[in-house]
């Protein structure tokens, strides 16, 4: 018998109530709100090298042997033509290739709401990488703009352990 289990004087077993519960914001359809919370285990796998160079100020990339296709957000395996992929550095400062303000965020960002999100391109880089731009009004920041990788000083192993500022002139 789980602990949440009694027996009553008559042999009965009765499920214990808990003083817990959910807040009901509507009957039909039921909505509802109630607090939840896990420990998530999780492992980048193939990635993992990504974000260990994240935790050490580095951007890193991948670049087909094969085709010579390079990829600014890494891949295991050529998107051109499936061959595996090798890692490579990339250079800290790019610019930018396109962008938009968000006006609303996930819990992670809601707080900075308005921020630019932007696209950022290297020279002999195929594809872009995703990130946010910081230190500019989002009425100042232009396509082309020279901008420079920052990180967090204490990493979270997260793809938001990398911003992006303006390059300073």
């Not at 290297?122 to 082309?144: M, Q, Y």
Request: proline share 7%; net charge negative.
């Amino acid at each position: 018998m789980s602990a949440e289990q009694r027996t009553n004087s008559a042999g009965k077993v009765k499920l214990e109530e808990q003083e817990i519960g959910a807040v009901l914001y509507n009957v039909d359809p039921i909505i509802m709100k109630y607090h939840y919370e896990i420990d998530y285990m999780h492992s980048y796998a193939q990635d993992s090298p990504f974000f260990e160079g994240l935790s050490k100020g580095e951007l890193w990339g991948s670049k087909c042997p094969v085709c010579g296709s390079t990829f600014g957000t890494p891949r295991g395996h050529c998107m051109n033509c499936g061959a595996k992929t090798e890692w490579m550095q990339l250079p800290l400062e790019a610019k930018i290739h396109t962008y938009t303000t968000c006006y609303f965020g996930s819990q992670e960002f809601l707080a900075e709401t308005p921020f630019t999100l932007i696209l950022v391109e290297w020279p002999n880089v195929d594809t872009f990488f995703l990130s946010r731009l910081l230190g500019v009004a989002p009425d100042e920041v232009k396509i082309g703009m020279p901008v420079r990788a920052k990180f967090r000083r204490l990493s979270q192993f997260k793809p938001t352990d990398v911003y992006f500022v303006p390059e300073e002139s």
